[in-house]
Every structure is written in structure tokens, then in C-alpha cells.
């Protein structure tokens, strides 16, 4: 059974920085793309950030570059989001996912998700 577990969410105060990990099991997600995605309430589930597993190729989206970094460790089968200068306006539940490439930015065309872990963000 494939599993994505998410944790290292919390509060924190404006500028300051959190890393988020997501362990992966169940299956050999060496050739998979495994992304990071946010929804806040009321809000649809936006793109955030994503790697390739097999590569050191990673994407971004615009409002995190510079901020953000996506990384993985291939023997833990761990990828991370490490998160700095956060804004209370990127308060939301931080999802990881994993889809076959190409690389898409959109949630629908990844087929494996973790349960989410909440960044909460004061001001």
C-alpha cells in the first residue's frame, strides 16, 4: 500500500522558517515526481513545489522561489520543503504527492497524496 506521511507542520511567526517532510512507502517512487502542494480555507489546492526523485531537477512556483527549497534523500525515501521568510498569507495545509513525469503543476494529475500537515503563520 503506497503511503505519504507529511509532518514537521506547526505555528510559527512571520519570518521565520519551518522544514516539512514527507516519508514515502509502499512502493519504488524512483522514477516519480513528488510535489508540494498547500490549500488554505476557502481556497483551491495551489502548486508549490516539486522534484524529480531520480534527478536534482526541481520547480517552483513563482510566489516561493528564492524562499522555498525542495529537496530528497533517496535513502531515507524522504523528500523535504524547507519553508523561510513565511508569510501569514501561506498559512494553509501542506500536502505532499507523487505523479509519473512529465512534470505538471496541477493536483488532479498526481495520483498519490499524504494526509497534509498544517503551517500556520501569525502575524
Known amino acids: 500500500q503506497v503511503q505519504l506521511v507529511e509532518s514537521g507542520g506547526g505555528l510559527v511567526q512571520a519570518g521565520g522558517s519551518l522544514r516539512l517532510s514527507c516519508a514515502a512507502s509502499?512502493?519504488?517512487?524512483?522514477?516519480?515526481?513528488m510535489g508540494w502542494f498547500r490549500q488554505a480555507p476557502g481556497k483551491e489546492r495551489e502548486f508549490v513545489a516539486a522534484?524529480?526523485?531520480?534527478?536534482?531537477?526541481?520547480y517552483y512556483a513563482d510566489s516561493v522561489k528564492g524562499r522555498f527549497t525542495v529537496s530528497r534523500d533517496n535513502a531515507k525515501n524522504t523528500v523535504y520543503l524547507k519553508m523561510n521568510s513565511l508569510k501569514p498569507e501561506e498559512t494553509a495545509v501542506y500536502y505532499c504527492?507523487?505523479?509519473?513525469?512529465?512534470?505538471?503543476?496541477?493536483?488532479?494529475?498526481?495520483?498519490?497524496w499524504g494526509q497534509g500537515t498544517q503551517v500556520t503563520v501569525s502575524s
Open positions: 504527492a507523487a505523479q509519473m513525469p512529465p512534470f505538471r503543476s496541477e493536483p488532479d494529475q498526481y495520483g498519490y
Open positions: 522534484i524529480r526523485w531520480n534527478g536534482d531537477t526541481t
Open positions: 509502499g512502493r519504488t517512487f524512483s522514477s516519480y515526481i
